[in-house]
């Protein structure tokens, strides 16, 4: 049999999420945007690249000219789809971008999209996407960063295994100077959803003071933190679990979630995490795999493009933690009254 054709690739948005070069280490490279990430599939072959920006369009051609020296620029989508047919496509644009890119590009015929999160800025526009890239047989991906990072998937094999009895309540909270709704709230959101295994059915909620009555369109497509609210929310999820998200606006860059059961509870702060029961106090490490974070991410990508399948990144969950946002902006504007969420996912 003769080798399998190389899937090749376009990214849209250069900025660093989907252009930058990481730095040379001797224990190698860690793939810190969507071009490094693929790079770092031998299955894929980045053809053409295009942001309105011409500079950045250059600046990428020359940051990547020894590992792609074909490299195409285009500073326009619609002349990229035509000219450079890619199989793939990474969408990188400020998130208000976002439906217009994957509808055209999959309108197009690109059999695969990586979109960066969130996937829209609403459901509406979510439902465009998804609808676009079912009628053109388009697998359109999310990359939702802690559905490929191995901690988390440790984090729901512990539950799995009951090491902290029944699961009573997870909370999650987030801080930094862009702990957005629409940005690090939405990861925030899709994570409590990934590890209680069921989508939310109700929310209550509140925004960060000075924003009442924001909505997705008044922000600037997430480039300016101070165009776009914090939030704190209660949830309540269809298998009965409670939860609580908190976004907190400061300097410094904080992670911390905590899963409460009946036996124990499991820690996470930042990329330390820990299994807590009255007998003891246990580091939960993953094992050091290949591939992770977007380098998982493109291989899932390919994976499913070629092979077909569930991907970790699926758009129907994305699109559920956007319903969650929704439901919790309509809760804010009625004094945090409980709200019902949308229609959920077959699986979160």
């Given at each position: 049999?003769?080798?399998?054709?190389?899937?090749?690739?376009?990214?849209?948005?250069?900025?660093?999420?989907?252009?930058?070069?990481?730095?040379?280490?001797?224990?190698?490279?860690?793939?810190?945007?969507?071009?490094?990430?693929?790079?770092?599939?031998?299955?894929?072959?980045?053809?053409?690249?295009?942001?309105?920006?011409?500079?950045?369009?250059?600046?990428?051609?020359?940051?990547?000219?020894?590992?792609w020296p074909a490299l195409a620029g285009y500073t326009?989508?619609?002349?990229?789809?035509?000219?450079?047919?890619?199989?793939?496509?990474?969408?990188?644009?400020?998130?208000?971008?976002?439906?217009?890119?994957?509808?055209?590009?999959?309108?197009?015929?690109?059999?695969?999209?990586?979109?960066?999160?969130?996937?829209?800025?609403?459901?509406?526009?979510?439902?465009?996407?998804?609808?676009?890239?079912?009628?053109?047989?388009?697998r359109l991906l999310v990359h939702h960063n802690r559905?490929?990072?191995?901690?988390?998937?440790?984090?729901?094999?512990?539950?799995?295994?009951?090491?902290?009895?029944?699961?009573?309540?997870?909370?999650?909270?987030?801080?930094?100077?862009?702990?957005?709704?629409?940005?690090?709230?939405?990861?925030?959101?899709?994570?409590?959803?990934?590890?209680?295994?069921?989508?939310?059915?109700?929310?209550?909620?509140?925004?960060?003071?000075?924003?009442?009555?924001?909505?997705?369109?008044?922000?600037?497509?997430?480039?300016?933190?101070?165009?776009?609210?914090?939030?704190?929310?209660?949830?309540?999820?269809?298998?009965?679990?409670?939860?609580?998200?908190?976004?907190?606006?400061?300097?410094?860059?904080?992670?911390?979630?905590?899963?409460?059961?009946?036996?124990g509870s499991i820690r996470v702060r930042n990329r330390?995490?820990?299994?807590?029961?009255?007998?003891?106090?246990?580091?939960?490490?993953?094992?050091?795999?290949?591939?992770?974070?977007?380098?998982?991410?493109?291989?899932?990508?390919?994976?499913?493009?070629?092979?077909?399948?569930?991907?970790?990144?699926?758009?129907?969950?994305?699109?559920?933690?956007?319903?969650?946002?929704?439901?919790?902006?309509?809760?804010?504007?009625?004094?945090?009254?409980?709200?019902?969420?949308?229609?959920?996912?077959?699986?979160?």
């Open positions: 049999m003769g080798a399998v054709r190389r899937l090749t690739v376009a990214i849209v948005g250069l900025t660093p999420i989907g252009a930058r070069r990481p730095a040379s280490t001797p224990f190698g490279r860690v793939p810190v945007s969507h071009a490094a990430g693929y790079a770092t599939h031998r299955g894929c072959l980045v053809t053409a690249v295009c942001d309105r920006r011409y500079d950045l369009v250059q600046a990428c051609r020359e940051a990547w000219e020894d590992t326009r989508l619609e002349q990229l789809l035509t000219e450079a047919c890619p199989d793939l496509l990474s969408v990188c644009t400020p998130d208000d971008r976002h439906a217009e890119v994957v509808v055209a590009a999959a309108t197009a015929g690109v059999r695969g999209i990586l979109c960066e999160q969130p996937l829209a800025t609403s459901t509406a526009a979510a439902d465009r996407m998804m609808a676009a890239a079912e009628t053109a047989g388009c559905r490929y990072d191995p901690l988390f998937h440790l984090v729901r094999e512990v539950l799995r295994l009951g090491e902290i009895g029944e699961l009573r309540h997870l909370r999650c909270t987030q801080a930094g100077p862009r702990a957005m709704l629409l940005r690090q709230g939405v990861a925030a959101l899709d994570l409590l959803c990934f590890l209680a295994g069921s989508p939310v059915n109700e929310v209550s909620g509140r925004l960060e003071r000075g924003f009442e009555g924001w909505r997705p369109e008044h922000g600037d497509g997430g480039h300016d933190p101070r165009s776009e609210p914090t939030a704190s929310a209660r949830l309540r999820f269809a298998n009965g679990l409670e939860g609580a998200y908190d976004g907190l606006r400061t300097r410094h860059q904080e992670f911390a979630c905590e899963l409460i059961g009946s036996e330390h995490a820990e299994l807590v029961t009255a007998q003891h106090t246990q580091p939960l490490v993953p094992p050091p795999y290949d591939t992770v974070g977007l380098a998982a991410a493109v291989a899932d990508l390919c994976r499913v493009v070629r092979e077909g399948g569930r991907p970790l990144g699926e758009a129907a969950a994305a699109r559920h933690a956007l319903a969650v946002v929704e439901a919790l902006l309509a809760s804010a504007a009625q004094d945090s009254h409980p709200v019902a969420v949308g229609p959920a996912p077959e699986a979160a």
